[in-house]
């Protein structure tokens, strides 16, 4: 059973940066693909960035060349660094974890396949 607790969120005005964090308990980092994704109200939840089970990452095409996710292994968090925020990146944003290649494949598309999640922190972003 893998836990997630998100924290870093807060409000900042567009072009700022933030940083998130994911604590993750009793986890092994190679069984699991590990990303980020975001929901605004009314909208869908959507990937932002993804660490596949070969360590391959991947990010959403909204997100590159201002967002980068990592992950400190002794420390068993997750990062999610974003630069040059937008107004357009506001949204609730939850890490998430799924130990099924499958699934990891599909995050971009079927983000809600996968199987842990934590409880979110806002971001707001304001103009």
């Known amino acids: 059973q893998v836990q997630l607790a998100e924290s870093g969120g807060g409000s900042v005005q567009a072009g700022g940066s933030l940083r998130l964090s994911c604590a993750v308990s009793?986890?092994?980092?190679?069984?699991?693909?590990m990303g980020w994704f975001r929901q605004s109200p009314g909208k869908e939840r959507e990937g932002d960035a993804l660490?596949?089970?070969?360590?391959?990452?991947g990010y959403a095409d909204f997100v590159k060349g201002r967002f980068a996710i990592s992950q400190d292994n002794a420390k068993n968090v997750l990062y999610l660094e974003m630069n040059s925020l937008k107004p357009e990146d506001t949204a609730m944003y939850y890490c998430?974890?799924?130990?099924?290649?499958?699934?990891?494949?599909?995050?971009?598309?079927?983000?809600?396949?996968?199987?842990?999640w934590g409880q979110g922190t806002q971001v707001t972003v304001s103009s």
């Open positions: 009793s986890y092994t980092y190679s069984n699991y693909c």
């Open positions: 660490i596949h089970l070969d360590e391959r990452i």
């Open positions: 998430a974890a799924d130990p099924s290649r499958e699934v990891c494949w599909t995050w971009l598309t079927l983000p809600y396949r996968f199987g842990y």
